[in-house]
Structure formats: C-alpha cells, structure tokens
T-cell receptor
Framework: AQTVTQSQPEMSVQEAETVTLSCTYD???????LFWYKQPPSRQMILVIR??????QNATENRFSVNFQKAAKSFSLKISDSQLGDTAMYFC????????????FGGGTRLMVKP | EPEVTQTPSHQVTQMGQEVILRCVPI?????FYWYRQILGQKVEFLVS????????KSEIFDDQFSVERPDGSNFTLKIRSTKLEDSAMYFC???????????FGPGTRLTVL
C-alpha cells in the first residue's frame, strides 16, 4: 500500500515571499502520478499541479512549482510570490498507474499567508 | 466552467438511518469517485466507478455502502445504516480520462447523531 506523509501540519509565510511545502511518499511502483491539491476554507478541493513520475522535468504552473526527487520519494511544492488567496490546506496526493486510479492523500499542511 | 455538484450540502441523520448522498459529475466525464474526510483527518478514498461498475474500493467501503448511477447524470452514495463514525465530509469527484485531474465537488457534510 502507498503512504503519503506531509511533515508540516502548519506553515505561515509573509505575502510576496516564497514558501515550500514538503511531501514524501512510499511506494514500490515505478509509474505513478503525484498531485498537489488546495482546499480553501470553502472546502472544495482544487488541483494546483501534477507530476508524472516518468518525467524528469519538474512541473511548473505559474507561481507554483515542484521539486520531484524520485529516488528520494520526495515531492515538495514551492509557492513563489505568496498571495493572501493562497491561504488554504494543501494536500499532496499519489496515484498508481492502473485502473481504479484512487488518490492517496497526505495529512495536509495548513498554510497561512500573512499580510 | 463545468463543475461537480453535490446535494445536500449538509445532512443530519439519526444513527441507524439510511442516507443517500447525491452528486452530478461533469457531463462528459466517465470515471467517478467518492472520498471522505473525517474532521481534522486526511481525505480517504472510498470507491471508484466506471462503466456502471465499481473499479476499486477501499476497506472503508463495506457492505453498508453502495454506489449507483441511476441515470445519465447522477452518481449516488448510499449508507444503509449510519453509524456515529460515518460523520464526515463526503466528496464526489470525476474525471474524463484515467490519470487526468479529478475534479472535486464541494462536499456534503454528514452528521450522524
């Protein structure tokens, strides 16, 4: 079974600064997908960024980028130029490359962006 | 922009009662999911559904749970005899293709008294 660990339950950052959220996972699979989802206070989860394990290049999406270290099974999220609207819970998630494609989530990191 | 919708937003029920949570996935999506999040805990996978049958289910999804796509638009989760520990936020999700983004609904908060 896969496990996903987010070691930082809470983090805070000043507006306009950069913050990195950590995620590690454990799997015996070679092909898989990793995701970061954002859950603002409204509670609807929104995809921030995704990474295919077979791609060596780190995914980027505007102010969001990842540092994917496959050998270390690490998948951190960097948010640059933090904005107040980035305040939310952030969940790292893993998906195997097979039918059913269930997401396995980490415990989440609550990010507070301070003005 | 199309979105996943869920009703009701909040459901309160007595222990032992049956509840049905409803979801309308995005119209051209083929894969459907239910997840739950007990307050303060991580989001947990319950079940995935494709081509009118369950693709995968977790240990949580026991005989008390069932899913159905009764028509071309709705996707439902039924809990036959609710327990206190079923109190949670239930999220429906859908996607068009395997391995693509799963789009989540806003959730239904289930409170079992």
């Amino acid at each position: 079974a896969q496990t996903v660990t987010q070691s930082q339950p809470e983090m805070s950052v000043q507006e306009a600064e950069t913050v990195t959220l950590s995620c590690t996972y454990d799997t015996s699979e070679n092909n898989y997908y990793l995701f970061w989802y954002k859950q603002p206070p409204s509670r609807q989860m929104i995809l921030v960024i995704r990474q295919e394990a077979y791609k060596q290049q780190n995914a980027t999406e505007n102010r969001f980028s990842v540092n994917f270290q496959k050998a270390a099974k690490s998948f951190s999220l960097k948010i640059s130029d933090s904005q107040l609207g980035d305040t939310a819970m952030y969940f790292c998630a893993f998906m195997k490359n097979n039918a059913g494609n269930m997401l396995t989530f980490g415990g989440g990191t609550r990010l507070m962006v301070k003005p | 922009e199309p979105e996943v919708t869920q009703t009701p937003s909040h459901q309160v029920t007595q222990m032992g009662q049956e509840v049905i949570l409803r979801c309308v996935p995005i119209s051209n999506h083929l894969y459907f999911y239910w997840y739950r999040q007990i307050l303060g805990q991580k989001v947990e996978f319950l079940v995935s559904f494709y081509n009118n049958e369950i693709s995968e289910k977790s240990e949580i999804f026991d005989d008390q749970f069932s899913v159905e796509r009764p028509d071309g638009s709705n996707f439902t989760l039924k809990i036959r005899s609710t327990k206190l520990e079923d109190s949670a936020m239930y999220f429906c999700a859908s996607n068009r293709d395997l391995y693509n983004e799963q789009f989540f609904g806003p959730g239904t908060r289930l409170t079992v008294l």
